[in-house]
């Protein structure tokens, strides 16, 4: 069973472009928050951002400024909108949703409790 679906992906030039989604089914869409993390080659899975069921937004340091994720609930779609690209940013990058059977159970901070991942979609970022 297909929980979440990335799109988006692809390869651009530094300093352009690119919007990334996810289409997450109903079970887990918005139960306690929607995320996206990146995994570049060599280097272990980190957070890049998350929306949690209040609306609430992080970013990690490294993306302020250039990334910004937003939500449609009607389509359970996340999103993010990564501008600015940097060569460094080139990842495999990963919808994730934190969910939890009892939504009394979802904490404000989600990072490190994403528990559903998407397969992935590659993001290439070239001089």
């Known amino acids: 069973q297909v929980q979440l679906v990335e799109s988006g992906g692809g390869s651009v030039q530094a300093g352009g472009s690119l919007k990334l989604s996810c289409a997450a089914s109903?079970?887990?869409?918005?139960?306690?928050?929607m995320g996206w993390y990146r995994q570049a080659p060599g280097k272990e899975r980190e957070f890049v951002s998350f929306i949690n069921k209040d609306g609430m937004v992080k970013y990690a340091d490294s993306v302020k400024g250039r990334f910004t994720i937003s939500q449609d609930n009607e389509q359970r779609t996340v999103y993010l909108e990564m501008n600015s690209l940097k060569i460094e940013d080139t990842a495999v990058y990963y919808c994730?949703?934190?969910?939890?059977?009892?939504?009394?159970?979802?904490?404000?901070?989600?990072?490190?409790?994403?528990?559903?991942w998407g397969q992935g979609t590659q993001v290439t970022v070239s001089s």
């Open positions: 994730a949703a934190d969910f939890r059977i009892a939504r009394s159970d979802c904490y404000s901070e989600s990072r490190g409790r994403f528990n559903y």
């Open positions: 109903r079970r887990i869409f918005n139960n306690c928050a």
